[in-house]
């Protein structure tokens, strides 16, 4: 992996990205030049009408996707030229990413799909894991499996996979989508924990704005361009 020079508080820079997809009329693009930058210890949110290229963006950061031009730089690693494996070991170590589509294990009990990632990332914390179960109500479903949960009990366990790791970079995308109000705060409030405790970075994508309004930083997509 080819590091930058950039100062290490620095965890992500987003310089002049361009993302466009092929369709039958003629190239679609979705994002136009744009550019952000998030320091260790940063929370932001990203907003944006639907189809505005918000979750294409986070798919850019956390390299699963590649971008026409451009340079997404984590931890001082540049993303330009990156193969398949060094992409899923920069995910395994530096990126937690809470998706729309929960993915968890079905072969695999509550319990063992929280502490999937962090024992891939060699992080697995106990006394961490169990404060996750516990802020997010699943101390009754640790021997269960998914299928027999709700989308609601299936996200709060996706959310708890990804936390248990302490990422360097957490990207969320509208995580909170299927949870009440009160655990939907419970939530946001483990994520600015693990901010505040680990210096992670937090980018989270919402269409509510009174979330939104709890993070430190805010922009808005819209046309392609952030603003």
């Known amino acids: 992996m080819h590091r930058t020079g950039l100062d290490c508080a620095m965890l992500l820079t987003v ?4 993302k466009s997809f092929p369709t039958e009329e003629g190239l679609l ?5 744009v550019n952000l930058t998030l320091d260790s210890g940063q929370h932001m949110a990203l907003t944006g009408e639907s189809g505005s290229g918000k979750s294409t963006l986070l798919y850019l950061i956390g390299a699963l996707e590649t971008f026409n031009s451009g340079e997404i730089t ?16 920069l995910r395994r170590h530096q990126i937690g990413i809470i998706f729309q589509q929960f993915n968890l294990i079905p072969s695999m009990s509550v319990h063992d799909n929280i502490r999937f ?14 404060q996750l179960v516990q802020a997010l109500g699943l101390q009754d ?6 299928e027999r949960l709700s989308g609601g009990q299936q996200q709060r366990v996706a959310i708890g996979r990804t936390l248990a ?14 949870l009440d109000e009160t655990t939907s705060d419970a939530v946001i409030a483990l994520m600015l924990e693990l901010v505040k405790d680990t210096g992670a970075g937090l980018l989270l994508v919402t269409h509510s704005q009174r979330l939104a309004k709890r993070m ?5 997509l819209s046309g392609g361009n952030l603003s």
């Open 29 to 33: 693009t979705v994002l136009r030049v």
């Open 141 to 146: 479903f640790l021997k269960a499996y998914p």
């Open 15 to 18: 310089s002049n990205l361009e």
């Open 74 to 89: 984590i931890d001082g690693i540049s993303l330009s030229g990156l193969g398949d494996r060094a992409r899923a070991d």
């Open 216 to 220: 430190g930083h805010h922009l808005h």
């Open 117 to 130: 990632h962090a024992r891939l990332a060699g992080r697995e914390d106990p006394a961490w894991t169990q």
């Open 165 to 178: 790791a302490r990422p360097k970079l957490v990207l969320a995308d509208e995580p909170t989508g299927n």
